[in-house]
């Protein structure tokens, strides 16, 4: 164990000190902000995210070091601005890591893992955040800040009981949302019960433990793969797309789909 121990301590080291010196000694990275590396960091997390869905161990490992990049490139800017260092980053995480596993760390008895989903909100609010609600960041895309929203509620015992009673609330905001749209001039009411509709699937979802921006990018990356085959065969007809039927396209999408 010590002798692993000394391969982490030599691989940080070895990364703290080539950072330091591209940092210095690179212009593009000596020029760079927060605000400059932040649209970068999430086009890495999302490449991430990118190699999970792929279930590919190689590009995961690639993209976890670019995402460390990021985390150490931060700290060295808050460094040179005397905020904070890699050292101030870590020792925060330690004393939150320790704080929010009380099992762990004080062995508070025997405790489930819908015990510690409870306790893990209750020990933030008890942090001094103001809601339970305000770990979940407003810049996250709707459907994911959704489903950490319904999480987070539930953590604190705001949720539904039974699957069918969230079945039941699907099927009554979908009643809801037809009675709008036969209204003429409706369009605000609308896309508020189409909001409705989508915020009750999402919960629905976890009632079945589906996470469903994993499933709507699975989805959407099998619809991508049967257009690109219906693109290909019009190309192999010397035909384009747009000159083929519908009739046409949907008896290629079928075949699509048997592949």
């Known amino acids: 164990m010590i002798m692993e121990d000394k391969k982490y301590i030599e691989a940080f080291n070895n990364t703290m000190s080539l950072m330091r010196k591209v940092r210095k000694e690179c212009p593009w990275d000596n020029a760079q902000t927060n605000e400059t590396l932040r649209t970068l960091t999430i086009e890495e997390i999302y490449e991430l995210s990118d190699a999970i869905l792929n279930n590919d161990p190689q590009n995961i490992c ?15 800017i808050g460094e040179e601005k005397q905020e904070f260092s890699l050292i101030d980053v870590m020792n925060s995480l330690n004393e ?9 760390f004080c062995k508070d008895g025997s405790i489930t893992y819908e015990d510690v989903e409870k306790n893990w909100e209750k020990i933030k609010l008890q942090e001094g955040n103001r809601s339970t609600l305000s770990g979940v960041p407003d810049s996250l895309p709707s459907l994911v800040k959704a489903y950490r929203m319904q999480d987070k509620a539930k953590g604190v015992g705001f ?14 905001e979908i009643k809801e949302l037809q009675e709008e749209v036969k209204k003429p001039n409706n369009q605000e009411r609308i896309e508020d019960e189409f909001g409705d509709v989508l915020f009750s699937l999402i919960n629905y979802a976890r009632f079945i433990d589906v996470n469903p921006d994993t499933a709507l990018e699975k989805t959407n990356r099998k619809f991508k793969d049967r257009f690109q085959y219906i693109e290909q065969k019009a190309k192999q007809m010397n035909k384009s797309v747009s000159d083929m039927t519908l009739q046409e396209m949907d008896i290629l999408w079928n075949e699509a789909k048997k592949k």
């Open 96 to 104: 939150k890591l320790i704080r929010r596993h009380p099992h762990v």
């Open 159 to 172: 949720d539904w009981k039974k699957t069918s009673d969230v079945w039941n609330k699907v099927q009554e």
């Open 62 to 76: 690639k993209e976890l070091g670019d995402v460390l990049m990021h985390v150490i490139f931060y700290s060295l």
